[in-house]
């Protein structure tokens, strides 16, 4: 068997920027953050060694495990963030007293539109500073549309002839579009 015939296998090395694949790590919102961060490993330590790495090696070649385990880490701990921001939202809509829980709503529709008009700004950035920018929106509109889409659904499972009100009157501004 000749090795010079042999398939050669490519080698991928990951750099700073695959860290940046796929979503964001969602924001979580102060209120809820102490439910919603209880026990979720945070990949601190993780990001410790992988920054030791890089300042003992000075270039990210050969710290390929550290990123790789990072990045197995953040994105364990982002699906189980969203889930739970989810869920919190969730049970907000279903236990919170009516009027707080239409005022919520009313709140996640405001952080829509600001994220939206934000967007929309940063849609005129070059670069990679307008990438990041539009990256970060784009992981935060797609989180806040999920709360509220959460909330919503927490509302709709109340019992009571006054439940479906604000789910109603909910859905038209999520679909709201900006034009300058």
Same mark, same amino acid.
């Given at each position: 068997m000749d090795v010079d015939k042999q398939e050669t296998m490519e080698e991928t090395i990951l750099v700073g920027d695959d860290l940046m694949r796929g979503p964001p790590s969602p924001?979580?919102?102060?209120? %809820?953050?102490?439910?919603?961060?209880?026990?979720?490993?945070?990949?601190?330590? %993780?990001?410790?060694?992988?920054?030791?790495?890089l300042q003992i090696n000075d270039i990210e070649p050969f710290c390929q495990d550290e990123i790789v385990l990072y990045q197995q880490c953040v994105a364990k701990r982002d699906k189980e963030i969203r889930e739970r921001l989810q869920d919190s939202e969730y049970k907000l809509g279903v236990s919170m007293p009516l009027e707080e829980a239409k005022e919520r709503v009313t709140q996640l529709q405001s952080e829509l539109t600001l994220l939206e008009r934000r967007m929309i700004l940063a849609s005129g950035l070059q670069g990679m500073e307008g990438f990041r920018?539009?990256?970060s929106l784009h992981g935060q509109?797609?989180?806040? &549309? #999920? &709360?509220?889409?959460?909330l919503n659904n927490g509302l709709a499972k109340r019992e009571g002839p006054s439940s479906p009100a604000p789910v109603e009157g909910a859905t038209p501004?999520? #679909? #709201?579009?900006w034009f300058f």
């Open positions: 924001v979580v919102p102060k209120e %809820i953050a102490s439910h919603v961060l209880e026990g979720v490993e945070l990949c601190d330590g %993780i990001l410790k060694n992988l920054f030791l790495c920018q539009r990256w509109l797609g989180d806040t &549309r #999920k &709360r509220l889409e959460a501004a999520v #679909k #709201k579009r």
